[in-house]
């Protein structure tokens, strides 16, 4: 068992600790690294463990981006992309559906393309999640060549 982030070595009392509270094998230090990300931007679960799971495929995905306005729970640089995962995909009122559209278009007009994953993607569907996001950054980088 080893760290998803340093490939330390760990134990199975650390593999156990941060499996329950993150589902993501990581050492004592980047649990805790991590946990305070968590906190501090309130970050979603899902969003930590898409991040490792791009971080896994090669994608370069750096957690908790600061876009110039505000925090975006992923970020790929390369291609200009940012993911933010719905927590309360179900509870959208009609204020944060303009809000989200609105800072989209923001995005979009500095050459950033967001897009919104439901938390339940990630839950349930986190491989395929991976392959499709995969699937846009392949698009994003044959945009960019043509230009």
């Known amino acids: 068992m080893t760290c998803k982030d340093c490939d330390k070595s760990i134990g199975y009392k650390q593999h ?66 940012n993911i933010e995962i719905d927590k309360d995909y179900n509870m959208i009122t009609h204020e944060q559906a303009i809000n989200d559209l609105e800072e989209a278009m923001h995005s979009f007009k500095n050459g950033f393309t967001t897009i919104r994953i439901p938390h339940l993607a990630v839950k349930y569907y986190l491989d395929d999640t991976v392959q499709n996001i995969l699937g846009i950054i392949s698009g994003l980088k044959a945009n960019i060549k043509a230009i």
Not at 27 to 56: D, S, W
Not at 64 to 78: L, Q, T
Request: glycine share 4%; proline share 3%.
């Open 16 to 81: 156990k600790e941060s499996m329950d509270s993150l589902g993501i094998e990581l050492c004592e230090r980047h649990t805790r690294l991590i946990k305070k990300i968590i906190l501090n931007n309130n970050t979603p679960i899902e969003a930590v463990q898409l991040f490792y799971a791009l971080k896994e495929a090669g994608a370069h995905p750096m957690l908790e981006w600061w876009d110039g306005k505000k925090s975006v729970d992923i970020a790929i640089s390369r291609v200009k992309l």
